[in-house]
């Protein structure tokens, strides 16, 4: 079981390039989540998913599309890749299965640099 | 909006000793969720406790506990006999009751436990 996979793990972009992050969850959760983690900051919420084919903005959208295609996979976008995007990226999930107020479970982060 | 805010952004101490982490939220809501997660070197989010705000009684994990005062609106950790292996970040997090289960982070204590 390996609960929430991103890929990749790291990569360096140059200003003005393309990609997108994958999110993988096979606990087949509802809900999913992409956050941001900066220095000094936590982690700021970007978008987020509350089902197949939904997506909704966070607290930092800008610069980000996602999608959710299946259940199980959440991506995140940028699409003209900018310095202030340099980050850490997680993705969580979590389930509504037995009641309100689940912990979301996290992948292991994608370290993202724009130069 | 709900904010939360740690006031204490590094901490160190001795291993064996007992070290208390603090956490303070704003909200309207009267019943919410409060976590602590920890994020150790290796990057990833790791649950430590969590808390319902409509529950009076304190929760406890092992050597990990609470002092949750929903008057004050504070949610502080404990942490009992403390270990190497605790040297982390560790980050409060609230979520409201209602919605798509979003947590949203303090900034983060770095907590050292020193040999």
């Known amino acids: 079981n390996a609960g929430v996979t991103q890929t990749p793990k790291f990569r360096v972009l140059k200003t003005g390039q393309s990609m997108t992050l994958l999110c993988a969850q096979d606990?087949?959760?509802?809900?999913m989540y992409w956050y941001r983690q900066d220095p000094g900051m936590g982690l700021r919420l970007i978008h987020y998913s509350v089902g197949e084919g939904t997506t909704a903005k966070g607290e930092v959208p800008d610069g980000y599309n996602v999608s959710r295609l299946k259940k199980q996979n959440f991506l995140l976008g940028l699409e003209s890749a900018a310095p202030s995007q340099t980050s850490v990226y997680f993705c969580?999930?979590?389930?509504?299965?037995?009641?309100?107020?689940?912990?979301?479970?996290f992948g292991d982060g994608t370290r993202l640099s724009i130069l | 909006a709900q904010t939360v805010t740690q006031s204490q952004p590094e901490m160190s101490v001795q291993e064996a000793e007992t070290v208390t982490l603090s956490c303070t939220y704003d909200?309207?809501?009267?019943?919410?969720?409060l976590f602590w997660y920890k994020q150790p070197p290796s990057r990833q989010m790791i649950l430590v406790i969590r808390?319902?705000?409509?529950?009076?009684q304190n929760a406890t994990e092992n050597r990990f506990s609470v002092n949750f005062q929903k008057a004050a609106k504070s949610f502080s950790l404990k942490i009992s006999d403390s270990q190497l292996g605790d040297t982390a970040m560790y980050f409060c997090a609230f979520m409201k009751h209602v919605g798509a289960q979003k947590l949203v982070f303090g900034q983060g204590t770095r907590l050292t436990i020193n040999p």
């Open positions: 606990m087949n959760h509802e809900y």
């Open positions: 909200t309207s809501e009267n019943n919410y969720y």
């Open positions: 808390q319902e705000a409509y529950k009076q």
């Open positions: 969580a999930s979590s389930y509504e299965g037995t009641g309100k107020g689940q912990p979301q479970h």
